[in-house]
């Protein structure tokens, strides 16, 4: 008989992997340096709509011990993030043209993942649904996360952030802590432009407590959980 593992959240729906076909625009060489990555042990990040690849560029050049696979999903954006990407020569980024859900469900192993970037996400006003924390590939995503693994969610929107918040406690029972974005900050194209504004810019950073339990922790990459 199969083991059901019982969630530590509280979140119903399960996420469907049977029609996310593997993005064509993954190359080869891109799952050799994230493979070489995870062989040699090297703490391994996830940034989720990386947009140009301000945040990505900065994080690899200080963060040289680690390695980083940035996602756009845009074509316009990662044209301009992998020309820059490019003329930087980062050995630690890995820089991907796809939709990050079905790149993740093709790609990603479990409890693989130190930490996940998610910076001024699309606020989808007229669809809540498609809001990160609401979507169950979310459980997907936790199940990739190491324990100790942190999530990063920054966004001027205070209700999305609110609603974030909500949705960790009442949900997905995580351990998070929320703090404001020092105006100085620059990390994104979009973090610039909204503390030029002078709106409030907030981060959430979420952590994977030990124990925590999804029912995708035994599910390798494109098979359905039981
Ligand atoms: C508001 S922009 C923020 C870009 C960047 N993080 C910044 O702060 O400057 C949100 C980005 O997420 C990308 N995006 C949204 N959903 C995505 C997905 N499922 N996979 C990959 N990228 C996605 C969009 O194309 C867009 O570039």
Redesign the pocket.
């Known amino acids: 008989m199969t083991h059901q593992p019982m969630p530590s959240h509280r979140f119903d729906r399960l996420f469907e992997t049977k029609f996310l076909y593997a993005p064509k625009t993954v190359q080869n060489q891109d799952i050799q340096s994230i493979s070489q990555a995870l062989d040699s042990k090297t703490p391994l990040f996830l940034e ?5 690849g ?2 990505a560029m900065l994080f690899a050049s200080s963060n040289t011990d680690k390695h980083l696979i940035a ?4 074509r316009e ?1 990662f044209n301009a993030f992998q020309k820059q990407a490019d003329l930087g020569e980062f050995k630690n980024l890995t820089v991907i043209h ?4 079905a ?1 993740c469900a093709h790609f990603i192993a479990p409890n693989s993942l130190d930490g996940v970037f998610i ?4 606020p989808e006003p007229h669809n809540k649904n498609q809001r990160w924390l609401n979507m169950p590939f979310f459980e997907f995503l936790l199940s990739r996360l190491k324990v100790g693994g942190l999530i990063t969610i ?1 966004s001027n929107i205070e209700s999305y952030m609110d609603e974030a918040c909500q949705r960790l406690d009442e949900v997905w029972r995580l351990p998070y802590t929320k703090r404001a974005i020092d105006p100085a900050s620059a990390r ?4 610039i432009k909204y503390l030029a504004r002078g709106e409030n810019c907030q981060e959430i950073i979420v952590t994977k407590p030990a124990g925590y339990q999804t029912r995708f922790d035994h599910v390798l990459v494109k098979e359905q959980a039981v």
């Open positions: 989720i709509g990386a947009g140009k301000k945040h996602i756009e999903r845009t954006k796809a939709d990050a859900i790149f910076l001024y996400p699309n920054a994104t194209h979009f973090e």
